[in-house]
């Protein structure tokens, strides 16, 4: 990882905050833990970090300190089945350190851009749900494209204009994603399918079937959150990113909002810290 590259490029943006994926009503998806997935992977499941051995009060014969070498990078995870169409998925289902960092909206192309710096200097592999409204992904678009091409950054499906489909006809459903899909296979020259993740987490048996019948048959959930939906402080991120950077973890953040682009540094370490490796859903699945 070029991390000295990253924190030289990654710099402050000044920024107009905008409209975040902010649940209406103030309601929010179903608990992840209902999931079957989630019966068997305890929810906060200790993890071991690396920490500095302890050295000897310095003397003028003493060695010098000893920097613990960096856990070494896990090998790609091999690849499952997909659930059957219209099942949710919350977790990743593979045995080892395996995190999926997964990115929403893009109201703010500032923010979209860090993320892509970040994935370039870094290696970190992202998974982004973009909506098409957000003028963002075009203005990157190039920068984004070459990571697209190779599999580091995967690209599921937000619909274009981030309406709840549950308040949706069949038809309005299959707009929506149809559009979003004809716009990110115009920008990355990819599809989105099968992933897609249902704004606010709203979905039911009738929008996984109608998503299912034109290629989406997978809702991607997420067992954790940045909660940046909103505007949040820094150390509030870092906690968030603490509580839920672990593994087969599905985590959910968001484009929208500056500060998480000042913290990337501490989330990377965090993630370097616990031995985690970061994957797409196409990584994990062999869709």
């Avoid at 299959?174 to 979003?180: A, K, M, Y």
């Avoid at 402080?233 to 929208?256: C, K, M, T, Y």
Wanted: aromatic letters at 10%; charged letters at 15%.
């Amino acid at each position: 990882m070029l991390r000295r590259t990253f924190l030289a490029t990654l710099g402050a943006a000044s920024v107009t905050a905008l409209t975040a994926c902010t649940a209406p009503d103030g309601q929010g998806p179903p608990a992840a833990q209902t999931h079957p997935f989630w019966t068997r992977v305890p929810p906060n499941t200790a993890v071991a970090t690396a920490t500095s051995p302890s050295v000897a009060a310095a003397t003028p014969s003493a060695p010098p300190p000893v920097t613990p070498a960096a856990p070494p990078t896990p090998p790609p995870p091999a690849r499952v089945t997909p659930p059957a169409a219209g099942t949710p998925v919350f977790g990743l289902p593979v045995e080892g350190p395996y995190l999926a960092w997964t990115v929403d909206d893009g109201a703010n192309s500032d923010v979209i851009g860090a993320y892509a710096r970040m994935a370039r200097d870094t290696g970190t592999r992202l998974t982004f749900f973009p909506n098409g409204q957000y003028q963002g992904w075009a203005e990157h678009a190039a920068l984004l494209r070459p990571m697209v091409e190779s599999g580091q950054i995967d690209i599921g499906n937000h619909t274009f204009s981030h309406t709840a489909l549950t308040k949706l006809s069949d038809q309005g459903i299959i707009d929506e994603l149809s559009r979003n899909d004809d716009y990110l296979n115009r920008l990355f020259g990819v599809s989105p399918k099968p992933f897609y993740r249902p704004p606010y987490g709203f979905r039911n048996q009738r929008t996984d079937a109608v998503a299912a019948s034109i290629g989406y048959s997978i809702p991607v959930m997420w067992y954790g959150s940045l909660a940046d939906s909103a505007p949040l402080d820094e150390e509030q991120l870092v906690r968030n990113a603490s509580e839920w950077f672990l593994p087969q973890h599905i985590v959910i953040g968001h484009a929208n909002y500056v500060p998480v682009t000042h913290v990337f540094p501490q989330l990377l370490d965090l993630i370097s810290q616990r031995g985690l490796r970061t994957v797409t859903l196409r990584d994990v699945y062999s869709a």
